[in-house]
């Protein structure tokens, strides 16, 4: 599966402590310089495993909100 987005890893936050490259259940992050990074975006399938688990919340999940323009199913 392919999503759109991918959660957000903010660099200053992390610390390298690498607990979201070793628990992501899709194998999805590794490490460049010591900062946890996507390196397999395409594999994300959005489990929420590492926003769970990061000590310093570095990790964020970016959900878009669509508004379809209707209310309770019919045209306003
Ligand atoms: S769990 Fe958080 S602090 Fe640890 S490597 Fe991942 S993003 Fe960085």
Excluded: H, W
């Excluded at 194998?27 to 994300?44: K, P, Q, R, S």
């Excluded at 399938?45 to 209310?71: D, H, M, R």
């Amino acid at each position: 599966m392919v999503l759109d987005y991918v959660p957000q890893i903010d660099p200053v936050k992390c610390i390298g402590c690498e607990l979201c490259v070793k628990l992501c259940p899709s194998d999805a992050l590794g490490m460049i310089n010591d900062v946890a990074t996507f390196t397999a975006e395409e594999e994300c399938e959005y489990s929420g495993t590492c926003q769970e688990i990061c000590p310093t919340e570095a990790i964020n999940l970016v959900y878009v909100i669509v508004f379809s323009g209707e209310k309770g199913g019919r045209r306003q």
